[in-house]
């Protein structure tokens, strides 16, 4: 029902900067908070920031002042600013929305596929 599309990643030196983005498309009604989490090697999915459909904006602490994430309509973005080995980990895009498709009506997440981010020291 709801399909994301993510770009961006790739391989970037440590102190470098990337720009991810995630496009949203599909039976969505209204979409909510957009936001971006991440998985490195061996340890949990956690959240790297979000952002409400009003605009306020919520960030770990460990990427506070080098992250910055932002919408327009159903495509966010994560400018990822002073890269270190530390944000190397697959970068999820997820958003909270109110879906209508002949088998689903609601409220869902919807994730996407994930995106590979490096930082090489």
């Known amino acids: 029902q709801v399909q994301l599309v993510e770009s961006g990643g790739g391989l970037v030196q440590a102190g470098g900067s990337l720009r991810l983005s995630c496009a949203a498309s599909?039976?969505?009604?209204?979409?909510?908070?957009m936001g971006w989490h991440r998985q490195a090697p061996g340890k949990q999915r956690e959240l790297v920031g979000e952002?409400?459909?009003?605009?306020g904006t919520n960030y770990a602490d460990s990427v506070k002042g080098r992250i910055t994430i932002s919408r327009d309509k159903n495509t966010v973005y994560l400018q990822m600013n002073s890269l270190n080995p530390e944000d190397t980990a697959v970068y999820y895009c997820?958003?909270?929305?109110?879906?209508?498709?002949?088998?689903?009506?609601?409220?869902?997440?919807?994730w996407g596929q994930g995106t590979q981010v490096t930082v090489s020291s």
């Open positions: 997820k958003v909270n929305c109110n879906v209508h498709s002949r088998s689903l009506v609601g409220l869902i997440d919807a």
């Open positions: 599909g039976s969505i009604v209204k979409i909510n908070t």
């Open positions: 952002i409400t459909s009003g605009g």
